[in-house]
């Protein structure tokens, strides 16, 4: 039996779709589910939707790898000022990455996932993986997991790290307080990587999934694998292991924001950042040229992924959307999906610009039933209705 939900908040003329679809998908969730919707094209808002105990729009909540759209935005921005040149050497920005054979790995590989280098053979602690510094000097002398180049897999709690500490060698800057100047203050963005304290009563807590007897008999089916390479890129294989369902209930990864898995937003937040970047907001320009856009948004990794064991498609850092469960979105499209069911991205050619939030982690972790038929709802309307 369904519950009746109260949806909240506006659509433009043309969207009400995405609002009946909203209500109907989440009509089927737990009665705590919370979640936030909205999207901009071309700039402009089209959808502002919320639901849920305890939320408004304004509500913040933890993004896990949506973060890492924030972070690949600095290093696009740096590229596009010339501060660094994604076919440069990692080791020409910070020397002592070159030990174990990482020499020759260029900033575009890098991003890319192709540097093999997802973890520590000794994991790391919960302090190191709030400190996006303190977990770039550990993986400066790790050995690659493959031969750089050579493959792909998803480096999901070390990118972040890694990038940031190209931005800090190269700029003096941690690629957070860059962020923060270049990217979130002018737009007043409410997507932070390190929420400030104030800020702390606006945040609400993960909760924890909720398995059905089916999915519990599945998880406890599922024997622990220490070694493999996705136990070493989610920091499972130390002696303290990451838990991600609660990683963003801390608040010290709260307040040093780590880029690949530290942010916290509001679905405003993460869609006006994309807007900003790409499609240009509150009468500015964009921050990125299309050319800059066009050459993150290439296709850089295509094929199966070592980590997830899947086929995955990458640009330079970020997530092809348009491969990564959307075909029906235009070619270079850009964003990043978070395993606590957030997600965010833009259309370039549609103009869309959208930011998904929810509190309730998913089963197992990951992509949730409602993106897709969401996402779809809206393209529909961006490329048939400009907004007035």
Do not use: C
Not at 22 to 30: G, I, P, V
Not at 116 to 123: E, L, R, T
Not at 169 to 195: H, N
Not at 205 to 225: K, N, Y
Request: aromatic share 10%; net charge negative.
């Amino acid at each position: 039996m369904t519950r009746e939900i109260k949806v909240q908040g506006t659509t433009a003329a043309g969207y009400e779709a995405v609002r009946d679809e909203f209500t109907a998908l989440l009509a089927a969730e737990k009665p705590d589910h919370a979640a936030q919707l909205f999207a901009y094209v071309r700039g402009q808002q089209v959808v502002d939707l919320w639901v849920g105990p305890d939320t408004g729009p304004d509500t913040l909540f933890g993004v896990y790898s949506s973060t890492k759209g924030a972070a690949y935005l600095v290093v696009a921005l740096l590229v596009q000022d010339g501060a660094l040149d994604l076919d440069r050497e990692v080791a020409y920005y910070w020397p002592e990455f070159a030990a174990e054979g990482k020499g020759d790995v260029t900033l575009r590989e890098l991003l890319s996932h192709r540097a093999g280098i997802v973890g520590a053979d000794s994991g790391f602690t919960p302090d190191e993986v709030a400190d996006d510094r303190a977990v770039a000097a550990r993986l400066a002398g790790q050995r690659p997991y493959w031969r750089p180049g050579t493959a792909f897999g998803y480096h999901a709690l070390s990118i972040g790290a890694l990038a940031g500490e190209v931005v800090f060698r190269a700029t003096g800057q941690t690629l957070q307080a860059v962020y923060e100047e270049r990217v979130r203050a002018p737009y007043g963005l409410d997507f932070y990587l390190g929420l400030p304290e104030a800020l702390e009563p606006r945040f609400r807590p993960v909760l924890p999934m909720i398995p059905s007897a089916t999915e519990r008999a599945f998880l406890d089916a599922q024997p622990p694998q220490p070694g493999t390479l996705n136990s070493i890129a989610f920091n499972r294989n130390g002696a303290q292991p990451t838990d991600l369902e609660t990683l963003p209930n801390s608040r010290r990864v709260r307040a040093e924001g780590p880029a690949s898995v530290g942010g916290v937003a509001s679905a405003r937040g993460l869609a006006a950042m994309y807007a900003a970047a790409v499609s240009g907001l509150d009468g500015r320009s964009p921050l990125l040229k299309p050319d800059t856009v066009a050459e993150f948004g290439q296709i850089h990794s295509n094929g199966y992924d070592l980590v997830l064991q899947a086929h995955k498609s990458y640009g330079a850092g970020f997530q092809n959307t348009a491969e990564g469960g959307y075909p029906f979105l235009g070619a270079g499209s850009v964003g990043h999906k978070g395993v606590g069911g957030s997600q965010a991205f833009t259309d370039p050619r549609s103009g869309l610009a959208y930011g998904y939030t929810r509190r309730r982690f998913p089963f197992p972790g990951g992509p949730v039933p409602e993106d897709e038929p969401l996402v779809r709802a809206l393209h529909t309307a961006a490329v048939t209705r400009r907004p007035a």
